[in-house]
Nanobody
Framework: QVQLVESGGGLVQAGGSLRLSCAAS????????FGWYRQAPGRQREFVAV???????NYADSVNGRFTISRDSRRNTVYLQMNSLKPEDTAVYYC?????????????WGQGTQVTVSS
């Protein structure tokens, strides 16, 4: 079981930057991918970014070129650098970890961190 704890959210003006962190409670050697999702009020949770082991990151079109996902395996931590923030980026951001088995995929989620971008 992997526990994920996000941090780094807050209030920022449009055009500003934030860096979110996601710390895993245990070794992540069995984790195949880390990702970030977000959920705005009244909307469904949506994909933001994912990094599969050995692959290049993938991003939602809405954040591509502005957000960067990275991983520090020594610290069992994943980051989401968010630049040029827009009011529409306002949401609760969730860290996700995926572990693929032979027949299924297990997802782990953090508790979320609020990001608010003011215009």
């Amino acid at each position: 079981q992997v526990q994920l704890v996000e941090s780094g959210g807050g209030l920022v003006q449009a055009g500003g930057s934030l860096r979110l962190s996601c710390a895993a409670s245990t070794s992540t050697f069995n984790i195949d991918a880390f990702g970030w999702y977000r959920q705005a009020p009244g909307r469904q949770r949506e994909f933001v970014a994912v990094k599969w082991s050995g692959d290049s990151p993938n991003y939602a079109d809405s954040v591509n070129g502005r957000f960067t996902i990275s991983r520090d395996s020594r610290r069992n931590t994943v980051y989401l650098q968010m630049n040029s923030l827009k009011p529409e980026d306002t949401a609760v951001y969730y860290c996700n970890a995926k572990s693929r088995g032979s027949l299924s995929e297990t997802n782990f989620w953090g508790q979320g961190t609020q990001v608010t971008v003011s215009s």
